[in-house]
Nanobody, 125 residues
Framework: VQLQASGGGLVQPGGSLRLSCEAS????????VGWFRQVPGKEREGVSC????????AYADSVKGRFTISRDNAKNTVYLQMNSLKPEDTAVYYC???????????????????WGQGTQVTVSS
């Protein structure tokens, strides 16, 4: 199983990026998927999650109204559309899933079995 996170980069404040989490070896459509971010020296932070059964979503308060998570099961990919980016969104972003993970209610505490390698997002002028 591999999760490939991509789409990061350098963007000015107010800009947008779309992150992708493409899976191989596991059908992402069957499981919930979470996005997390981490800044060196700080704890990993949950950003967003999309459930498997009804694609219901969850967002951290800090990104609500700016980020949108979605999935394309045909491409076995989950996306994180990030708009109105702020310097405090700068971090390495990771996607994660697990074969026992279906609903986002506890996405902050799941013991994920699979993680992407991370993609750097830098918001700076």
């Amino acid at each position: 199983v591999q999760l490939q996170a991509s789409g990061g980069g350098l963007v000015q404040p107010g800009g947008s990026l779309r992150l992708s989490c493409e899976a191989s070896g596991i059908p992402l459509g069957y499981y919930a998927v979470g996005w997390f971010r981490q800044v060196p020296g700080k704890e990993r932070e949950g950003v967003s999650c999309i459930s498997s059964k009804d694609s219901s979503t969850a967002y951290a308060d800090s990104v609500k109204g700016r980020f949108t998570i979605s999935r394309d099961n045909a491409k076995n990919t989950v996306y994180l559309q990030m708009n109105s980016l702020k310097p405090e969104d700068t971090a390495v972003y990771y996607c994660a899933t697990d074969r026992l993970f279906y609903l986002c209610g506890d996405y902050l505490t799941v013991d994920y079995g699979y993680w992407g390698q991370g993609t750097q997002v830098t918001v700076s002028s």
